[in-house]
């Protein structure tokens, strides 16, 4: 029965991760481009000096990150479930909670249909539970997740005041715990096509880190839907330099194809005559995957 039930599993991420590439187009546009760039780059940053990433499937975005922080620090492991070529667990998400728990994964990453300015995920739907309005697949493994895996980095490619919200609907994913409970875990980024943030963990609140070029502190607070930190001062996010876009249309782009061919080929389609990252990318209906196997619609019926 439990064989069974894993190679349900495994199967359900196998087309999770198939459907999520089949959706890519053959080339993207130029701004769009340029956003997913700008993510990448910023995720292996991010990633700096973790020992073991993993990532869920239909997740081409944090997939890509991750094999370029590796490029920069070989050393790293990285797991991506549903890949071909960098999945070494052979039972699915099963080993990955094992070795999440035992304190052996550095970083994951967690979308989802809300998140909140405390740091909660929401991944079971919109409206009042149990009758939401709107139905997500659920949340899996999130919750245990975001306790053990100490780098948890919330990504998103749509940033609107339907996704980052007041307060979740559901929360599926706590980002805080309250006083006394153990937990080495939690939200360290928020990751969107406007802005890059950081977490407090002390304060349990986001602090904008700095804006993307081609966008103004004004867009990313007019399209937030909670109260954020800032600087006097907001950086502009550093974008990639030429060794870094080098590896990111090489040998990134060649090892990413193994897993999701369409998204490797719309990234590389005239990449190399693109620009300084500009005005990103359009709003995305999906929800990064949690674990993988559950995932969510952001648009609303």
């Known amino acids: 029965m439990e064989d069974g039930r894993q190679g349900t599993i495994l199967r359900s991420m196998e087309q999770k991760r ?126 245990y997740l975001y306790y053990v895996v100490p780098r948890v980095i919330l990504f998103r490619e749509e940033h609107s005041r339907r996704v980052f919200v007041p307060r979740v609907d559901f929360i599926s994913a706590a980002g805080a715990s309250a006083p006394g409970v153990h937990r080495r875990g939690g939200p360290h980024a928020l990751l969107t096509p406007l802005a890059l943030f950081d977490f407090d963990r002390t304060r349990h609140c986001f602090r904008l880190r700095s804006v993307h070029p081609g966008h103004t502190l004004e867009e990313v607070a007019d399209q937030t839907g909670f109260a954020f930190d800032r600087p006097d001062a907001v950086p502009t996010t550093a974008g990639a330099d030429s060794a870094t876009r080098a590896l990111l249309y090489g040998p990134v782009r060649d090892d990413l194809a193994a897993g999701y061919p369409a998204f490797a080929a719309a990234l590389g389609a005239g990449a190399l005559g693109c620009g300084a990252p500009g005005a990103g990318a359009p709003g995305s209906a999906a929800v990064g995957a949690a674990v993988g196997v559950a995932g969510a619609a952001g648009a609303r019926a």
């Open 18 to 143: 198939r459907s999520a590439d089949a959706m890519e187009p053959d080339a993207m546009e130029q701004p769009q481009r340029d956003a997913r760039e700008i993510m990448i780059t910023t995720i292996a940053t991010l990633l700096a000096g973790i020992g073991h990433v993993a990532v869920g499937a239909s997740s081409p975005i944090p997939a890509a990150g991750a094999m370029l922080a590796r490029h920069r620090e070989p050393a790293m492991r990285i797991s991506i479930l549903g890949s071909p070529r960098h999945n070494f667990f052979t039972n699915g998400s099963a080993e990955l909670f094992d070795c999440a728990g035992q304190g052996r994964i550095g970083a994951f990453f967690l979308g989802g249909g809300q998140i909140d300015g405390e740091g909660n995920v929401n991944l079971v739907g919109a409206g009042d539970y149990p009758a939401s309005t709107v139905r997500w697949p659920g949340s899996f493994g999130s919750a």
